[in-house]
Structure formats: structure tokens, C-alpha cells
């Protein structure tokens, strides 16, 4: 499904308005009187939008919007106009309740999204969640228990954290690399300062880095994970259990997808905690300390720059990256000193990718049709219309079939080449109109004496009267 099949073609419309602001903090009044209220009449999110967003509504102009009059006006017009915007782009749907009010109806696409711009907006200290542990206890009660459901349920919880864990590490991976990229535009050392123990601080290590390293370990609780996981799949009896639970929980439309379903995510499972450390937390790793070493160095030279040559050629460089005329600059100091290229060697430093080279345009090579001998062409024709000719085959294809109108692959008696050849040519012959039999193809091998061929079933055609 495409992205507009699922939500309305306008609904981003007012996210790039000129009142794209007021209408983003308007989704946000939206999505609390979402969280705080089962039913939301239409007059509370009025109410609401007018006390927070009051300023903000009288000193908007609504420029090229298509907004009355009458609802220009004043506040409490401007209030309206939001609704009615917002529910025409289908932020939201209204309908009329049993008390002849109107209420707001949140559709399912709509608060996924304003819990999405919620979360971007809000600055407090988050967690990341304990997908490790979490896997540990549902799968250790559920071991512990005699409950044929609990275990099938721990399986699908178990698979749907340990997915969740991968989300959490790659965006961890990719937002340590975000802050390095941001590190290296500042230039100023409070900034940096501010970025490493503020940004970076609390919203990655604090966060997500530290507990995965002490509360929610994966090789504290990888071991008991997987043990648990091995003891229930080699209970065959317990399997069969736990598909039929499944097959009753509507997870699969037989007995068979179930059990395989259970074991793939089993074996999921089992794989990613095996992989978890090499693929993903050592790769963390090494972005921390290639971030945190890239900071230090990063504010020693901003605090040292005026002090030692060190700082003094980093703010060279710095105007020379800035200046167009670098490169005749370049040239005017290269006597003064040389630059040199610094490198490193790494695990990695032994393996290129091999480039093509150029390709040129080379001399067409003649090619000779070989000749073929006129003697040999005769052997061969002569082999044909004797051994292997169509009255051959079809006294081959009559031997096989008897007295009966069909027969298959295990009735052509595969002893020699002979045998085997002729059961090549039979499919070959099968699609000449004037044959006497037609063949056709069951899936599978058939194979006798080191000869295989396909399954074939081949019958005799009923003669026309």
C-alpha cells in the first residue's frame, strides 16, 4: 500500500503553510485533548485552542488562506477557522452524538502521528525501554508455568522485542553518528561542551547506552534466553501444543503454519542474540569512543588555538576551507610548509574493491563457423533413422504402456542409455500433432539405475471415431 492510500492526499498541507507553526502547535492542543478525554466534544477543543493559543491566533494573518470574513474577525473565529481546516485536511472527523453535540473522532493514521510530533516536540528525559529483560521474564514465567497459551504468547512477545531491541540499536548507531556530524560545524567550545553533556548525555548515553551496558544486558540475560527457547524446541510434544494454541489464537490457517511460524521466530530469535554483540553493540561502540575521542580533541584545540601551533594551524586551514581563493593561497604557503595526507591501518586496510579499467574499443575478432564433415553428418542421420527415429519411439512408448492406456516414469525400465535416451525423445516426439500419446509432467524426479528423468505420466491418446 502506498503512503496516500493509507491517509489523506492533503493532510500535510498545513505542515508546509505559511502557518505551519500555529497549525503544528494546533495538532499538539489536538493530541492532548486526544490523551486526557475518551469523548472530545467539539466545544472543548474550542475551548482549548482558544486559552493556549490565544496570542498566537490574533497575531496570525492567514494570508491565501480560505478563511470568512467573519471569521477573521476575532479569536474566537480564528479558533473555528482551525477546526474546520483541520478536520477538512482529515486531522480529524466530526460527528454528532446522541445529546445532539458535536464530538471529534480521531482516526487510527491521525494519532499515530500526533504521538510521533508529541514526542519530537517534548524535551524531558527518556528511557529506553527493557526489551532484553522484558524478553527474559515472559519467556521464564511462561517456562515455569504448565500453560500451553503463556508459552505460545511468550514466543510472539519474544520475537516482537527482540525486533523492537534491533530498532533501538540501529537508531542509537545512527544517532551517535548524527551528533558527530553536528560536532564537527561548531566552533565554539561551549557549544561543544553543551552538545556532548546535554544532547548527547542525556538523550543517548543516559538514555539508551548506559542500560543496555548495566540494567537491560543482553549478555547478562542472552544465555537463559536461549536456553529456555532450546529446551522448547526439542519438546516435540510441547510444539504441537503450543501450534494448536496458535491455530486456535488464529495466528496461521493450519496446524503446519503454525508450527512453523513458531519455529522461525524461535530460530529468530536464537540467531539474534547470538549476533547481537558483533553486529550491533560492538559497532556502537566504536562510534562512542570515535565520538567521544573526535570531542575531546575537538575542545582541546578550541581552547588551546590561540596558544599553540596546533590551533594556530587549525584556524589556517579553517579560513583557507572558507575562502575561494583557497587554492591560490595554497600555493602562495606550500613553501612554508607541506601538508601530508594521515592515514591509519585498520582491519579492513588489506581488502579493495577492485575498479574496472577503462574500456577501449578493440578490433573486431573474426569468428569461423566450424565445418562440419559430410561423413559424420551422414553417421548421425543414418543413427537417427534407424536406432532413434519417431517408429523407434513410439514402439518404446507401446512396450511401456501395454495393455493399459497409461503409465509413468517408474514403468520405462531405465537399464541402459538406450532406455534413457529414448525417455528424452518420447517428451521431444510428445509435441507432434501426429503422436499417438501425450506426456505430461507431474513435479519431481524419477530416478532407476543412476538415470534420473521428471516424473512423467504418460497416456495414450483416445482415437477419433
Not at 492510500?5 to 503553510?17: C, G, I, Y
Not at 530498532?167 to 560536532?183: D, R, T
Not at 560545524?185 to 539508551?208: C, P, R, T
Amino acid at each position: 500500500m502506498k503512503l496516500f492510500d493509507a491517509v489523506p492526499s492533503e493532510l500535510f498541507s498545513v505542515l508546509s503553510s505559511p502557518n505551519r507553526v500555529l497549525y503544528s502547535d494546533a495538532l499538539d492542543v489536538l493530541y492532548c485533548a486526544y490523551r486526557e478525554n475518551l469523548k472530545i466534544p467539539e466545544n472543548m477543543l474550542y475551548m482549548m485552542l482558544r486559552s493556549k493559543l490565544e496570542q498566537q491566533l490574533a497575531d496570525a494573518t492567514f494570508d491565501g488562506e480560505d478563511i470568512d470574513e467573519e471569521e477573521l474577525r476575532d479569536v474566537s473565529g480564528r479558533a473555528r477557522f482551525l477546526i474546520r481546516k483541520l478536520c477538512a485536511k482529515g486531522w480529524f472527523e466530526k460527528e454528532r452524538g446522541e445529546d445532539f453535540d458535536e464530538y471529534i473522532t480521531v482516526p487510527g493514521y491521525s494519532s499515530r502521528l500526533l504521538e510521533l510530533f508529541h514526542q519530537l516536540r517534548d524535551d524531558s528525559p527518556i528511557r529506553g525501554y527493557s526489551y532484553v529483560f522484558g524478553t527474559y521474564s515472559t519467556l521464564k514465567v511462561a517456562d515455569d508455568g504448565d500453560n500451553v497459551y503463556d508459552k505460545m504468547a511468550a514466543i510472539y512477545s519474544a520475537y516482537d522485542n527482540t525486533q523492537s531491541l534491533i530498532n533501538l540499536l540501529q537508531m542509537v548507531y545512527h544517532n551517535v553518528k548524527h551528533f558527530f556530524q553536528v560536532q564537527i560545524e561548531m566552533q565554539e567550545v561551549n557549544q561543544v561542551l553543551a552538545s556532548h553533556f546535554d544532547d548527547y548525555g542525556q538523550k543517548i548515553a543516559e538514555a539508551y547506552i548506559r542500560p543496555l551496558k548495566i540494567k537491560d544486558s543482553v549478555p547478562k540475560y542472552r544465555g537463559p534466553i536461549q536456553a529456555i527457547l532450546k529446551s522448547w524446541v526439542q519438546d516435540d510434544a510441547l510444539l504441537i501444543a503450543m501450534s494448536n494454541a496458535a491455530l486456535q489464537d488464529k495466528r496461521g490457517s493450519t496446524l503446519e503454519e503454525c508450527r512453523t511460524d513458531l519455529l522461525k521466530k524461535i530460530f529468530w530469535v536464537k540467531e539474534r542474540y547470538d549476533s547481537i554483540e558483533r553486529d550491533y553493540l560492538d559497532e556502537i561502540d566504536g562510534q562512542v569512543r570515535r565520538y567521544t575521542r573526535a570531542t575531546t580533541q575537538k575542545i582541546e584545540n578550541l581552547t588551546n588555538r590561540d596558544h599553540n601551533v596546533r590551533g594556530n594551524l587549525n584556524y589556517l586551514l579553517q579560513e583557507l576551507s572558507r575562502n575561494r581563493r583557497a587554492s591560490e593561497l595554497v600555493e602562495q604557503i606550500q613553501p612554508a610548509f607541506q601538508l601530508y595526507e594521515q592515514s591509519f591501518i585498520s582491519e579492513k586496510s588489506l581488502w579493495y574493491r577492485k575498479r574496472p579499467g577503462k574500456r577501449t574499443k578493440a578490433e573486431p575478432v573474426p569468428i569461423e563457423d566450424p565445418s562440419i564433415d559430410d561423413e559424420i553428418m551422414r553417421q548421425v542421420q543414418a543413427m537417427l533413422h534407424s536406432e532413434y527415429d519417431r517408429a523407434a519411439v513410439e514402439t518404446y512408448v507401446e512396450n511401456w504402456l501395454g495393455q493399459s492406456d497409461t503409465c509413468y516414469s517408474k514403468d520405462m525400465q531405465l537399464q541402459d542409455d538406450k532406455a534413457y535416451i529414448m525417455s528424452l525423445l518420447t517428451v521431444l516426439a510428445s509435441s507432434d500433432r501426429n503422436a499417438r500419446y501425450t506426456v505430461k509432467e507431474l513435479g519431481g524426479s524419477f530416478t532407476e539405475n543412476e538415470y534420473t528423468v521428471p516424473q512423467l505420466q504418460i497416456s495414450r491418446k483416445e482415437e477419433k471415431k
